[in-house]
């Protein structure tokens, strides 16, 4: 499906700051949802946040409300994901995928249907 290309991770102090951004590569994808996932060694692939077609429903972790803020250009076919506050636990590798339905629902990596290759974000103190 749509081929997705990811940058801005990066080694970061605990409390700073990460802009991720996921770009589409070869066709829009912008008649697709968008989701954000992340996955630490020894750890299953996680939820993190959501955004719809429109970009007017967005979803997030309880883990990261408050604290990462998700948003797409679909003229730019870009979808970015704004991390502040960083914590420890947020280190894992972040991955973004498509879902052709309009909203993410089951917040499962299991209906992505693209994936970026995925980005590493690594927070320490």
């Known amino acids: 499906q749509v081929q997705l290309v990811e940058s801005g991770g990066g080694l970061v102090q605990a409390g700073g700051s990460l802009r991720l951004s996921c770009a589409a590569s070869?066709?829009?994808?912008?008649?697709?949802?968008v989701g954000w996932f992340r996955q630490a060694p020894g750890k299953e692939r996680e939820f993190v946040a959501a955004?719809?077609?429109?970009?007017?429903?967005?979803d997030y972790a309880d883990s990261v409300k408050g604290r990462f803020t998700i948003s797409r250009d679909n003229a730019k076919n870009t979808v970015d994901l704004q991390m502040d506050g960083l914590k420890r636990e947020d280190t894992a590798v972040y991955y973004c995928?498509?879902?052709?339905?309009?909203?993410?629902?089951?917040?499962?990596?299991?209906?992505?249907?693209?994936w970026g290759q995925g980005t590493q974000v690594t927070v320490s103190s």
């Open positions: 995928a498509t879902n052709p339905r309009g909203r993410w629902y089951s917040r499962s990596h299991y209906d992505a249907d693209s």
């Open positions: 955004i719809s077609v429109s970009g007017v429903n967005t």
């Open positions: 070869g066709r829009t994808f912008s008649s697709y949802a």
